[in-house]
């Protein structure tokens, strides 16, 4: 398994604005996943984007996939104090075993102003 | 629909008690897993499982111990507290093989453990 790093650390916007954070990742993946973590709460999943496919939409989430450089992106559109959480991405290898060993870099913290 | 339901919510312990984090799912996942969070930090994988009687270690197993004998539970074990396990603890499941998955997993509300 292997996990990616999120870009910025942290991120401070106003309400209506866009937020964008990205994950870089070392091996090839199968796909990867995005999830949320409000505070004090367990991470709930967001979005899966699979190695084949370049762009996703879920709602005000578009999410990209860059598999040559590794990265992959997460745009949250006309952001809303409720977005206000710590984002996570977990990229699921290629190859090698299969099992789950879904593992978590430090996230990006993101602060909406209302 | 219960998803992943976690038990106690929080628990404080003394130093060398032992106790066992409890995991239920209804979802019919045959992964699970149990992580930890430190405050500034992301999740640390404990241990995890792909089925009934399979378990293995993750990043940070030493103090813990783990046993899947049905599909639904999957249990935590301190065996002897220590404040350095003082810390908020995730279980998780989901579809095996991640491969081919078509969703993300599913995680509990949390227990938030300390050690004194």
Not at chain 1, 76 to 84: E, F, G
Not at chain 2, 4 to 12: I, L, R, S
Request: glycine share 10%; proline share 4%.
């Amino acid at each position: 398994s292997q996990q990616g790093e999120e870009d910025p650390q942290a991120l401070s916007i106003q309400e209506g604005e866009n937020a964008t954070m990205n994950c870089s990742y070392k091996t090839s993946i199968n796909n990867l996943q995005w999830y949320r973590q409000n505070s004090g709460r367990g991470l709930v999943h967001l979005i899966l984007i699979r190695s084949n496919e370049r762009e996703k939409h879920s709602g005000r989430l578009r999410v990209t996939l860059d598999t040559s450089k590794k990265s992959s992106s997460l745009l949250i559109t006309a952001s809303r104090a409720a977005d206000t959480a710590s984002y996570f991405c977990a990229p699921i290898n290629a190859g090698g075993t299969s099992y789950g060993k879904l593992t978590f870099g430090q996230g990006t913290i993101l602060t909406v102003h209302p | 629909n219960a998803g992943v339901t976690q038990t106690p919510k929080f628990q404080v312990l003394k130093t060398g008690q032992s106790m066992t984090l409890q995991c239920a799912q209804d979802m019919n996942h045959e992964y699970m897993s149990w992580y930890r969070q430190d405050p500034g930090m992301g999740l640390r994988l404990i241990h995890y499982s792909v089925g009934a009687g399979i378990t293995d270690q993750g990043e940070v197993p030493n103090g813990y111990n783990v046993s899947r004998s049905t599909t639904e539970d999957f249990p935590l074990r301190l065996l002897s507290a220590a404040p350095s396990q003082t810390s908020v603890y995730f279980c998780a499941s989901g579809p095996y093989p991640l491969l081919n998955a078509n969703y993300g997993y599913t995680f509990g509300s949390g227990t938030r453990l300390t050690v004194v």
